[in-house]
């Protein structure tokens, strides 16, 4: 009875161990499943961010024509005048239409990579939960070891 008893002992804490192996095998394999796809949009978004100085920049050019052309001495011509500031008006409505538009799919981004973060979190940490809850059901409760 007693050697039946040291195998079985040894054969549960033998998959304990297992379990833990399976748990660190999960911790190494988790980030493909959350961080990295995180960091993949992430460094995304830094791409997309690249291009707003570009476009700062030809609205800052837009408005300085229009500045040096309303302070020009001399003759101006009306047409002219309303061309310049119709070009101007289009390129800020341009570059307001695309920031809008930036932030509005920046926060449905966000709120989709983070959402799928957390779920992912949540179901790393439940299969964790669940190995450890398998390795706990394999030692009899106190009251039977007497």
């Known amino acids: 009875v007693e050697f039946g008893k040291q195998w079985y002992q040894r054969r ?3 998959s304990t161990g297992r379990c833990y192996q399976e748990i660190s095998e999960v911790y190494e394999n988790q ?3 959350d961080a990295h796809v995180m960091g993949e949009a992430v460094r995304e978004y830094q791409g ?7 476009m700062l920049h030809v609205h800052k050019g837009a408005a300085q024509k229009v500045k040096d052309y309303t302070q020009r001495e001399g003759e101006k011509d009306a047409e002219e005048e309303q061309n310049v500031l119709q070009r101007y008006s289009t390129i800020s409505a341009a570059v307001m239409s ?3 538009h930036f932030h509005s799919e920046r926060n449905i ?3 989709t990579m983070m959402r799928g973060f ?3 979190q949540i179901d790393f940490h439940k299969n964790v939960v669940q190995k450890l809850e398998h390795a706990l059901s394999q030692y ?4 039977s070891l007497e």
């Not at 997309?48 to 570009?54: C, H, K, S, T």
């Open 31 to 33: 980030p493909r499943y």
């Open 140 to 143: 009899p409760a106190p009251s």
């Open 109 to 111: 981004d966000f709120n």
């Open 118 to 120: 957390l779920q992912s």
């Open 48 to 54: 997309m961010l690249g291009a707003v100085p570009d």
């Open 12 to 14: 549960v804490r033998v």
């Open 98 to 100: 695309e920031i809008n």
